[in-house]
Structures are given as structure tokens and as C-alpha cells.
């Protein structure tokens, strides 16, 4: 790439070119070492939940770092994990009572299965070893949270040697491709709850310690909603056996959707556990966590007393004290409930704007969390072969114009989903989603016109 020095010592994901240096990040811009300015229309994957550069949370960060930087948590707590703990669990919602916070989704993710293992083996039930989870997922990469996940792409080099090999799946919640024609939302949720039933069934639902699902399913396919109902019924198959549930917010919590908890959208459903990452932390420190219902922490309690689990930088003080610092900008501007209201507005303009277009199959989402799948033809739904990709030129060409777009690699498990993820600030102004539409689309048309 351009602006790359040719020698950089870094492991990046290439090993044959590298990205270009950024120099500065304020509000809803990059700056690049050559000067240009990028509009962050994705956050990374939906992490700069309040945009870059805010001042509050350097200030909390610095006043943390002069008071303590870091204080192992086998003697020690801290009043920023204590707080950002109180901030999250005000009132226990949802039954939720303890989190404990790590530094990335996927360590998030591996807590919470540990804790399900856990929990078990405490309750007296040693044989529930298996998981259940959903094709098409995306729970990051440590072996554990890998394993749960089905992102074939990454899968590959690991799935003989490393994946572990006591994980079932079922279909995900993506209407565009698994949704029948003719057939209603309630008929289509209800089937997909139907399979979940007899995947337990089939495996033996007293071995099952846990479902784990996204809410709203991120990086794979790219923001697929739940239909109504879903998840109501995934709760109620769960309480039948037993069964935990384990819903996977690192992507689409913290406010993405239009609530601070996207299950919250989902009727009466309450997870036994909640990962949350990305924009907990709005990418000031590395922050993710994991949210434990009163169920779980209870026999725990009864049992050995302890998690029999532990990081260095667990809770790490500044970390906590850069996310209670976004949590309060969150509640201070109202940023969740604008986000549903900006949310509409996006919808809006994007499906009067791309919805149209030849090579836009679907666009979904929620709150500020949107994708755009494309496909070669509209009518078949056929995508484009892998080897294209239209969402990396899609990438490559917003970029070239001063918009940063997240794609998804598509083909996961063999099927298609070559997809852009929008997720912009929360508090995004108005003028810059207008600015982000307005360079989607010229992307959209410089690509287009590569092909026809
Ligand atoms: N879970 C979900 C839903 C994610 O989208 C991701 C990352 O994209 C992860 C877990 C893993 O998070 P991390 O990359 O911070 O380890």
C-alpha cells in the first residue's frame, strides 16, 4: 500500500503488504500519515462507540494512571472495576449480578464457557460437556471462543489439530438465505427453534451445558437480526433441558443496537450469561467482559467459592476506568436512545439509495449497525466468486474516496455473504451519515461500473 514503510517490523495480518499509518483520530475522522482524512464508518467492527479523541476519557485514563495503574486482582480490587461493575449492573437487569471483565471478546467469550463448565460440574451434573452453537458465527479466536464459532476462513489451518470437537450447530438467524419464500416471521422463527429442539435432542440435552448465540450476528455474514419470537423460544427450549444460555454481545451491545442490551429487543428473554466487548471500551483500552446471571453465581457461591480462572490483566484499572469514562459520555449525551432514532434515519437512506441498485441483494441491521450484502444476481440471490469479493473492493474504493468500511469475507461455510459492515460513532453528527451515504454510494458506483 501506499503509505506503508516497506520495512516495518510488525506482524500484520499480510505478510505481503501492510496498512497505511495513522497519525491521529478525532470525533468521526482519521488522519493518515499523507494527510488524508478517513470518516470512521465502522468503528474497526463496531468499536469506536463514541468516536476518537474524547477528552473526558483521556482524563479519566490519566487521573487512573497518576492514582494506579495495575493491581493484581487476587488481592486486590480497584474503585474503576468496582464502578464500571455498579454502572452495568444497576438494578440487576435481567437477573444479571457479577461481571467480570478481561481484555478482548474472545477471552470474554472463553470466560463464559468456562463459567458454564463451571457451573456444572458444581451443580453436580459432571457429564453435560457439550455446546451448542450456530453456523455462520463469529466468537473470535482463542481455541475456545474459535471453536463455538463457525468462521470457516479462520477455521481452516486449526480445525484438524486445535478446535474443540464437543460443539454441535444449528442454522443462524439469516432470513436472506435461510428464511423460505411465502414463509411468515413467526413460521420461520419458529422452525429455527424447532431445529435447535432436535439438535438437543439428538446430542442428548443432559449433556448439553450451553447455547451460545449472537444477539444480532456480527462479523460473519454481517449484521443478521433475530426474528421475533426467536429468541423467546431458544429461551424456553433452553429452560426445558436446563440448557444455559449464552448470548454473545461483543459486537452488538453496549448500545449498537438502540439499547444498551440488543436482547433486549427480544421480548422476555433472559441470558444466564452476556459478553460484551468492542464498544464497552469504545476502543480507548483493550475492555470486553462477561456478565453473570444470579443463577450461575449462585451455585458457584454454594459450591467452591471461587472461578477457577484468571488473567494478568484482568480488570485492569485503566482499562475499567476508560469504559466506565465512555459509559458515562453513553448516559451523559444519550447516545443509545439517539442511536435508535439516527439508526431509522440510516435505514432509510440506505435502502432509497443502494437498495435499488443491481449487485445490493440485502440490507440489514439495527440501531447504527448495518450491512450490505451483494450478490451478482439479485433475482437468484448468486453471489460473486469468492475470489472477487466485492465487499474488499468495495473496502478498497471507499477508502480511496475517505470512508472506512468493515468487510466481510462472505463464503463462510461454503455459503454466500460478501457484505459491508457499517457502525459509525454513536454520536456521529447528522451531516457526517449524510457524508457516509453519500461516499457508500459513489464506492458503490465507481465498483459497479468496474464490472458491467
Ligand atoms: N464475539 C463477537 C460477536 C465478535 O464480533 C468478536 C469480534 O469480532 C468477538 C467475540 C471476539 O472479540 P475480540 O476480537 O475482541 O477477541
Redesign the pocket.
Known amino acids: 500500500m501506499t503509505d506503508a514503510a516497506p520495512d516495518s517490523k510488525v506482524l500484520h495480518r499480510s505478510l505481503l503488504e501492510h496498512p497505511e499509518t495513522v497519525t491521529s483520530a478525532d470525533g468521526s475522522y482519521f488522519t493518515l500519515s499523507n494527510g488524508q482524512r478517513i470518516l470512521d464508518g465502522c468503528g474497526g ?2 468499536v469506536a462507540a463514541i468516536g476518537h479523541g474524547d477528552a473526558d476519557v483521556k482524563a479519566a485514563v490519566m487521573e487512573q494512571m497518576s492514582k494506579v495503574a495495575y493491581a493484581h486482582t487476587l488481592a486486590f480490587t480497584t474503585s474503576s472495576a468496582e464502578e464500571l461493575a455498579d454502572t452495568l449492573l444497576d438494578g440487576n437487569p435481567f437477573g444479571l449480578c457479577r461481571a467480570y471483565f478481561v ?7 472463553d470466560a463464559a464457557m468456562k463459567l458454564a463448565r463451571q457451573y456444572w460440574v458444581e451443580a453436580g451434573q459432571p457429564h453435560r460437556r457439550r455446546f451448542v452453537a450456530r453456523r455462520q ?6 481455541i475456545g ?1 474459535m471453536s463455538v ?1 463457525s468462521h470457516v476462513g479462520r477455521q481452516r489451518p486449526y480445525k484438524d489439530a486445535l478446535l474443540l470437537n464437543n460443539v454441535s450447530y444449528v442454522s443462524p438467524t439469516y432470513a436472506y438465505r435461510v428464511q423460505r419464500p411465502g414463509e411468515t416471521e413467526g413460521a420461520y422463527a419458529r422452525r429455527l427453534v424447532a431445529e435447535l429442539e432436535a439438535e438437543f435432542e439428538a446430542v442428548g440435552p443432559e449433556t448439553i451445558m450451553a447455547f451460545v448465540a ?1 444477539t444480532v ?3 460473519t455474514v454481517g449484521c443478521i437480526t433475530p426474528p421475533r419470537g426467536y429468541f423467546e423460544g431458544v429461551r424456553r427450549a433452553c429452560d426445558r433441558h436446563g440448557i444455559l444460555l449464552i448470548l ?5 451491545g453496549s448500545g449498537r443496537t438502540g439499547t444498551y442490551f440488543a436482547f433486549a429487543q427480544e421480548g422476555d428473554v433472559r441470558p444466564d450469561m452476556v ?1 460484551l ?2 464498544g464497552l471500551g469504545g476502543g480507548y483500552t ?1 475492555m ?1 467482559g462477561v456478565l453473570v446471571h444470579r443463577r450461575v453465581v449462585d451455585v458457584l457461591a454454594r459450591g467452591s467459592g471461587t472461578f477457577v480462572h484468571g488473567h494478568t490483566y484482568q480488570a485492569h484499572p485503566v482499562c475499567c476506568a476508560a469504559a466506565l469514562a465512555v459509559q458515562r459520555v453513553l448516559k451523559r449525551d444519550r447516545l443509545v436512545a439517539g442511536c435508535a432514532e439516527k439508526g431509522k434515519w440510516l435505514e432509510a437512506r440506505l435502502r432509497e439509495r443502494l437498495g435499488p441498485r443491481r449487485y445490493v441483494g440485502d440490507i440489514r441491521g439495527r440501531g447504527l449497525f448495518w450491512a450490505l450484502e451483494f450478490v451478482k444476481d439479485k433475482e437468484t440471490k448468486e453471489p460473486f466468486a469468492p475470489r472477487l469479493c466485492f465487499a474488499s473492493v468495495m473496502r478498497r474504493e471507499a477508502h480511496r474516496l475517505g470512508l472506512a468500511i468493515y468487510p466481510g469475507s462472505g463464503t463462510a461455510d461454503g455459503q454466500a455473504g460478501d457484505h459491508v459492515v457499517l457502525a459509525p460513532p454513536l454520536n456521529a453528527t447528522w451531516d457526517e451519515l449524510g457524508i457516509l451515504v453519500d461516499l457508500l454510494e459513489s464506492a458503490y458506483d465507481v465498483v459497479e461500473k468496474t464490472l458491467s
Do not use: I, L, R
Open positions: 467492527a463496531a481484555a478482548s471478546g474472545s477471552e470474554a467469550v458465527a463469529y466468537h473470535g479466536s482463542t471462543s464459532g449472537e450476528g456480527g462479523a454473545d454481545e461483543v459486537m452488538c459478553t466487548g468492542k483493550p470486553a
